[in-house]
């Protein structure tokens, strides 16, 4: 492979609205809508200069939220920064910042649809 293995991620939400707002809400960002014909997306921002993968919250009549076995991890600078805004956001933390060993540190989330995310750092 030529590539970091992931290119993209999609997130499956039942209220755009309340997603967008617990995403930017934690993670500190904006979402830009992404024009598509079926489905409504809304794309975390990405850098092609950066290494990483971006991806979009969808909400598409087709796919349920929660209980699926993707489980996406946000890089961060600390990621006790980002498990500190989960509950004010609309979420739920699962797990509390842990270590990771040499792989540095984790935290888990639950966002308001039921789906379990990771927040990953260094430090």
Same mark, same amino acid.
């Given at each position: 492979?030529r590539?970091?293995p992931v ?7 039942q209220?755009m609205?309340?997603?967008k ?6 993670l500190?960002v904006?979402?830009e @809508?992404?024009a &598509?014909?079926?489905f409504e997306?809304?794309?975390f921002?990405?850098d092609?200069? @950066? +290494?990483g993968?971006s991806?979009a ?5 087709c796919?349920?939220?929660? &209980?699926?076995? +993707?489980l996406?991890?946000?890089s ?10 989960v509950?004010q956001?609309?979420?739920k933390v699962?797990?509390? @910042?842990m270590?990771? &060993?040499?792989y540095g540190?984790?935290?888990?989330a639950?966002d ?5 995310i990771?927040?990953?750092?260094? @430090?």
């Amino acid at each position: 492979m030529r590539v970091n293995p992931v290119g993209w991620f999609e997130i499956y939400v039942q209220d755009m609205n309340r997603a967008k707002a617990f995403y930017e809400g934690v993670l500190q960002v904006q979402l830009e @809508k992404l024009a &598509g014909p079926e489905f409504e997306m809304w794309v975390f921002g990405m850098d092609p200069e @950066k +290494t990483g993968a971006s991806g979009a919250l969808v909400q598409a009549e087709c796919v349920a939220s929660g &209980g699926n076995s +993707t489980l996406v991890y946000f890089s961060c600078e600390d990621c006790a920064q980002e498990e500190s805004r989960v509950v004010q956001s609309g979420g739920k933390v699962e797990r509390a @910042k842990m270590s990771i &060993g040499p792989y540095g540190f984790i935290s888990l989330a639950l966002d308001p649809d039921g789906n379990m995310i990771g927040f990953h750092s260094m @430090k």
